[in-house]
């Protein structure tokens, strides 16, 4: 690799904060400000059994669709990673998102109405042609792994590169390819803060029977979910592309 593609690689940049800062935060304002002007909104919100209303459902789709495609356009160019087990590790990531994006719309269930099959239906909790109700609530535990990998890989690897004396990832290696960027801290806290929320207000007070407070903070969280997942793969092929300009070069 000459200087100059050298130079250009350690410029490597993330895409704007503007987008990864405020994007998610927009779900939140939807939500406030359909509550304030319609009184019917609440009613759609959420998925309602053969209504395909669900805002938050939709939107949660509507992220992680792209970022599929961004995912699979980066494992297209992992020729430019410093490991072969990073292609490997894109491809599930991007396969995980697939399957997170068809569940979320329950692979098109939600749109087009059609019955669910009688042997899926009897051990959905939801009565939807999806797997993730069928778990027995266990659910809720691989979205809480992911939370937790989201917190990890955002807040605390950060925390202790700061402050417990572990060296930074150096540009271009492997680690720093595998961990998440800052992209992804805006919206672990706002996904963090929305469970948080969610137990001080619908479990342990009463303001889940005032406006706003009666939101459903789990399916916004999910949201929140969504936008991280999307954030990682897209500032994957963001950033790959650029490395591989500059491999090139």
């Known amino acids: 690799m000459t200087n100059n593609s050298m130079a250009k690689y350690e410029t490597l940049k993330d895409f704007p ?19 304030t ?32 495609v961004f995912g699979f356009l980066a494992w297209r160019m992992r020729d430019a990673l410093p490991s072969k087990y990073l292609g490997y590790w894109l491809m599930l990531c991007t396969i995980a998102v697939f399957i997170a994006a068809g569940e979320e719309a329950s692979w098109g269930q939600h749109w087009f109405q059609w019955a ?9 909790d939801h009565n939807e042609t999806n797997f993730h109700n069928t778990l027995n609530g266990h659910d809720t535990t691989i979205k809480s792994i992911i939370m937790v990998g989201m917190a ?10 700061r402050f417990g004396g572990m060296a930074k990832p150096a540009l271009g290696s492997s680690l720093y390819w595998l961990f998440p960027t800052v992209v992804g801290l805006p919206v672990t806290i706002y996904c ?15 303001l889940d029977e005032y406006m706003y407070f009666d ?23 963001y950033r790959l592309r650029q490395a591989k300009a500059a491999k090139v070069a």
Not at 194 to 206: E, G, H, P
């Open 192 to 206: 963090l803060s929305s469970r948080i929320i969610r137990q001080l207000f619908q479990k342990w007070t009463r």
């Open 215 to 237: 939101m459903d903070f789990n399916e916004l969280s999910e949201f929140f979910v969504a936008c991280f997942l999307f954030f990682y793969l897209f500032s994957f092929w």
């Open 37 to 68: 002007i319609f009184p019917d909104w609440k009613d759609y919100e959420y998925y309602i059994e053969s209504e395909a209303r669900g805002i938050v459902e939709n939107a949660a789709f509507v992220i992680l669709a792209p970022g599929v």
């Open 17 to 35: 904060k503007l987008y990864w800062q405020w994007i998610p935060l927009l779900m939140l304002v939807v939500m406030v400000v359909g509550r």
């Open 152 to 161: 990890i890989g955002t807040i605390v690897i950060p925390l202790v590169i």
């Open 116 to 124: 669910t099959p009688e042997s899926l239906a009897a051990i959905n």
